[in-house]
């Protein structure tokens, strides 16, 4: 684990360092107020949460688990309606080939990690989110705060919606499949 554990290590102060400077640089040279603050911060939180949600993707695994009223609720929230615009504009393709090209473990298996990486880095940056959503209300920039907060439901709400829908309808049919085969 030396490498391996030195990277993560790195990615996970690299990864704040590269949000949070991002965020207080915007906040003083665009201002919490403009909708570009928004995008940029939550481009730099997309950047954090990749850096850091490797690195923290096996810490309390129980989160993983979906209980079975997740998927209505997410779909009701619009989760489902965003997954097949992803479907249509190719996006979820692109990630399927990316979690296929890795080495390793049964396919089910790695696709199964894959939601879990996406939905840790996206929690990431949801965290991430909320801080300077709190901040920008509490310094009285309201508009900002939503403007942070609509982008950031967007970059990581619905990503997490998602995986965890996509995750407890591949567990579903894999637990289905045991049930048969016993």
Request: with cysteine.
């Amino acid at each position: 684990m030396g490498a391996e554990g030195n990277q993560q290590r790195g990615s996970l102060v690299t990864g704040p360092v590269i949000g949070i400077g991002l965020a207080v640089a915007c906040w003083f040279a665009i201002g919490p107020d403009h909708v570009v603050f928004a995008l940029t911060v939550q481009g730099g939180f997309l950047l954090m949460a990749l850096l850091v949600g490797p690195a923290l993707v096996d810490a309390r695994r129980t989160r993983y688990r979906v209980r079975a009223f997740e998927p209505q609720l997410y779909a009701l929230l619009g989760a489902e309606f965003v997954r097949r615009v992803l479907d249509v504009v190719g996006w979820n393709r692109i990630i399927g080939q990316m979690r296929h090209s890795e080495r390793g473990t049964s396919m089910l298996a790695r696709f199964l990690r894959g939601t879990e990486q996406s939905e840790t880095a996206h929690l990431v940056g949801a965290v991430a989110t909320v801080v300077v959503v709190v901040i920008a209300a509490a310094t009285t920039h309201i508009q900002g705060a939503c403007q942070i907060l609509v982008v950031g439901l967007v970059l990581h709400g619905y990503p997490i919606m998602i995986q965890r829908i996509v995750r407890f309808r591949v567990t579903s049919r894999q637990t289905e499949a045991n049930k048969f085969a016993h």
